[in-house]
């Protein structure tokens, strides 16, 4: 491997030292001063080059170094990750078949729930009807038998992971993700709820800037304006 070692800057320290105050005393009110900038720019382009040879070698020199630091770890490496997504896979494909498994038993747990109060709610209303008393409003004894049923499927889930014997060495938790299915529809959703969800999607920056370089100011987009600024080159 190379040996990369810092190169003496003395002289370039020497030369870089005063120039921010050059700088900021270099103010441009007329064409003299201006030549006078101009002037200077050229010179520090020379140093800017200077600086540049410099360093040029030992930074080749250093970065031929860490790619192949980084190509040494990276062999030694492969097989480990390698390894390791395949066992991860394993392990997850695992974990969510038992997750499937227990949510089943839930599902199953929270229908028979359902179904056995609404068949108890059936059986009042027809007693209340023998009877001659007030009919029982079926609709909110359904509705009070989902609710019932969605309580206990999660306290079904809740349950059966509780119970479940933990993974040595491993932790399970859940990872949401967010996937656009349709673009168009949020787009819509946005535009129609701006002041609050405008956030939600950014502009592309990057291909605007390109339009507006290609098309100046004939670019015409609702809502954006080509704009320009000087920028002075010197040769």
């Keep these: 491997m190379a040996d990369v070692s810092a190169p003496d800057t003395t002289a370039i320290v020497e030369k ?52 192949e630091m980084i190509a040494a770890r990276d062999k030694h490496l ?4 390698a390894a390791d997504a395949i ?23 929270a229908e028979r729930v359902r179904k056995e109060r609404e068949e108890q709610a059936l059986k009042e209303a027809q007693e209340r009807e023998e009877k001659g008393e007030v009919d029982l409003d ?3 004894a359904s509705r009070d038998a989902e609710f019932e049923a969605s309580l206990v499927q999660d306290q079904t889930e809740e349950e059966l992971r509780q119970a479940k014997a933990p993974i040595s060495g491993a932790s399970v938790r859940e990872v949401w993700s967010a996937h ?18 405008g956030h939600y999607l950014d502009p592309n920056m990057k291909l605007l800037n390109s339009m507006a370089k290609q098309l ?3 670019m015409k987009i609702p809502g954006v304006r080509a704009a320009s600024k000087a920028s002075v080159a010197t040769r």
């Design 16 to 67: 870089t030292a005063p120039l921010r105050d050059q700088a900021e005393a270099m103010v441009v009110v007329d064409s003299d001063s201006a030549e006078a900038a101009a002037q200077m720019r050229k010179e520090l382009a020379k140093l800017r080059k200077e600086i540049e040879g410099t360093f040029d070698a030992p930074i080749k020199a250093a970065h031929h170094a860490h790619k």
């Design 216 to 218: 100046k100011d004939t």
């Design 87 to 109: 066992v991860k896979q394993s392990l997850e494909s695992w974990v969510e078949a038992e997750r499937k498994r227990e949510r089943e038993i839930a599902r199953r747990e």
């Design 78 to 81: 492969g097989p480990v990750k």
């Design 138 to 140: 079926l609709d909110q």
């Design 180 to 197: 656009v299915e349709d673009k168009k529809a949020l787009v819509e959703y946005v535009a129609a709820n701006f002041d609050t969800v």
